[in-house]
């Protein structure tokens, strides 16, 4: 099944959060959360922590931009099971990476989640919102000139 929509929670005490229930029933309860880009956080099943890797695999580590990014993903990941409510503690490094106060953003994106501050969510889409025209054409000509 693919993931899809967004979904709003809020951290709680003792830095946890429900897990929405859609997201759940697709993932499981055996997750990976790490950082993501744009000051997101990127959520993944156990199962499926290969995802975190896609543009890295099979790329030689004497790469720096290999290893950076494998840095950067898999080094700032964590492995979290829900409770019996479906909540997780969300670690302090990762909270402080994405800038999460209270309210908070879940998105599905075909494969994995990502998690956002709301407030920074909201920022970004305004510009997402703007410039989405143009970020499509770009990256439709990134397609035409690696099929050429």
């Known amino acids: 099944m693919m993931l899809l929509g967004q979904y709003e929670a809020k951290l709680g005490a003792k830095n946890r959060i429900a897990f929405p229930k859609k997201l759940r029933a697709i993932l ?3 997750l990976i959360i790490t950082k993501g880009y744009e000051n997101s956080l990127i959520i993944v099943s156990e199962k499926g922590w290969k995802a975190l890797l896609e543009g890295t695999e099979g790329r030689p580590f004497i790469h720096s931009e290999t290893r950076d990014t494998q840095r ?3 080094g700032g990941a964590s492995f979290m099971e829900l409770d019996s409510k479906g909540r997780f503690i969300l670690p302090l490094y990762l909270r402080s990476f994405a800038r999460i106060k209270e309210e908070t ?3 599905g994106l075909s494969r994995y989640v990502e998690m956002w501050d709301r407030d920074v969510w909201l920022e970004y889409t305004k510009n997402l ?4 025209g143009l970020i499509s054409e770009r990256l439709l ?3 035409e000139e690696k099929s050429e």
Not at 129 to 132: A, E, G, M, P, V
Request: positive net charge; glycine residues 12%.
């Open 129 to 132: 919102d703007k410039h989405i």
């Open 72 to 74: 950067f993903i898999l």
């Open 141 to 143: 000509k990134g397609t």
């Open 28 to 30: 499981g309860d055996k």
């Open 105 to 107: 953003i879940f998105l």
